[in-house]
């Protein structure tokens, strides 16, 4: 079981900056992806970026250049900084580790946080 525990988000104008963290506890395995899925009302879930194993990052197309996610191993926590932040970046995000094992993959939520953005 992996335990998630996040924070940041908030009420922010267009244009500027938020930071999430994401600490994770439990059993993590050496080959995990961890990031941020968010969710705008209507919406299906997507993903924000997410870091595998520490090292490889993904992020949306929606996000390029404007969000940064980092991760401290030695914590076991990420970090998504979110730049320049825009009206339709407003939703809940869902902080996301995925464990890799010989199986299926395991994903695991956090409770959720939410971040609006005023025009």
């Known amino acids: 079981q992996v335990h998630l525990v996040e924070s940041g988000g908030g009420l922010v104008q267009a244009g500027g900056s938020l930071r999430l963290s994401c600490a994770a506890s439990?059993?993590?395995?050496?080959?995990?992806?961890m990031g941020w899925y968010r969710q705008a009302p209507g919406k299906q879930r997507e993903l924000v970026a997410n870091?595998?194993?520490?090292?490889?990052?993904n992020y949306a197309d929606s996000v390029k250049g404007r969000f940064t996610i980092s991760r401290d191993n030695a914590k076991n926590t990420v970090y998504l900084q979110m730049n320049s932040l825009k009206p339709e970046d407003t939703g809940v995000y869902y902080c996301?580790?995925?464990?890799?094992?010989?199986?299926?993959?395991?994903?695991?939520w956090g409770q959720g946080t939410q971040v609006t953005v005023s025009a």
């Open positions: 996301n580790t995925r464990n890799y094992g010989l199986g299926p993959p395991v994903d695991y």
């Open positions: 439990g059993n993590i395995f050496s080959i995990n992806a």
């Open positions: 870091i595998v194993s520490g090292a490889y990052t």
